[in-house]
């Protein structure tokens, strides 16, 4: 018999001496550095604190599912405005894909294509990994009732746990009612990895409440915490308009998205921007250190305008 796919672990690095939490695997010792021994923290609920970087440690299904959506989404990568995509090398089976090389084909379709753009191809990829007919189905399965809202809630914890980490059920109300058909993620792999506010808005959020509320018929709203990366899911809950919603204004990480650095850009990286029709009056540079995170004195992230 085929072994069984190992599950997905979370590790962020720690220093040796610091003791494990309860239900956290033991340290594992590294190669030592300067005489200092690095460990890594594995844990299957909770994900780095901010200002460290989760490492996960996907199994042979996860990778599988990344290689399954990085391909649909790779006939939308382009090199640029106006570019084709590259020639195809050797194609990757499904499971030779990692993370990091899925946020990267999400990046590269973002490239050449405005806001709106974005989002109709992140439709596109979700539509064309459905069977034919399958909105028709899931509207028929479930209807927008509070059962539906809390049993799709229900499914997004394990089967979104290769994309956005760890989460868990919530007690949301929704037009006045108390349900469980919230989910809290509690730091999101996609908005960790990719470190741009554009990209979860648009690659993420937005495509997904569409997706949700105008094919499957069942409302959903996201609200990403930009401060500490959490999201919460709100099935049943009409997201409400892109120009009234707060993520749509919001500035973008300075130290992690290149799109917000002004100083020391590569010129790589300022032929990128203007590519996208970005101008670099718009970028702005890093805030001070006693500043927010996620709230500089600075515009919306480029991505967003």
């Not at 509207?139 to 059962?147: G, S, V």
Request: charged share 25%; with cysteine.
């Amino acid at each position: 018999m085929a072994a069984a796919a190992l599950p997905m672990e979370l590790c962020f690095a720690a220093r040796a001496g610091t003791p494990a939490p309860a239900g956290r695997a033991p340290k594992r010792p590294k190669k030592r550095r300067a005489g200092a021994v690095t460990t890594v923290r594995c844990a299957a609920t909770a994900p780095a604190p901010m200002g460290e970087k989760t490492e996960y440690r996907d199994g042979p299904l996860e990778r599988a599912f990344m290689g399954l959506f990085a391909r649909k989404m790779e006939k939308y990568a382009t090199g640029g405005r106006g570019k084709k995509q590259q020639p195809e090398t050797k194609k990757k089976a499904v499971w030779d894909w990692d993370y990091e090389s899925f946020v990267d084909v999400s990046r590269r379709v973002m490239v050449g294509r405005t806001r709106a753009q974005q989002q109709e191809a992140v439709r596109e990829v979700l539509l064309s990994m459905l069977p034919p007919g399958a909105p028709e189905q899931f509207r028929k399965l479930f209807p927008p009732t509070r059962w539906a809202c809390e049993f799709n809630a229900a499914l997004t914890v394990p089967f979104f746990h290769w994309l956005v980490g760890p989460s868990e059920v919530i007690e949301v109300e929704v037009d006045g009612v108390k349900q469980k058909s919230g989910v809290l993620i509690k730091k999101c792999r996609y908005l960790e990895n990719s470190g741009c506010v554009g990209m979860c808005v648009n690659m993420c959020k937005i495509p997904t409440q569409d997706f949700f509320t105008n094919e499957f018929g069942l409302p959903l709203t996201m609200n990403p915490n930009f401060e500490d990366m959490s999201c919460e899911m709100i099935y049943g809950q009409v997201p409400p308009p892109l120009e009234e919603d707060p993520a749509s204004k919001q500035p973008c990480y300075p130290n992690l998205c290149e799109c917000s650095l002004s100083t020391d850009m590569t010129p790589k990286t300022e032929a990128l921007h203007l590519q996208n029709g970005y101008t670099l009056t718009h970028i702005h540079p890093p805030f001070a250190s006693s500043g927010s995170i996620s709230t500089p004195s600075a515009p919306v992230c480029p991505k967003l305008q």
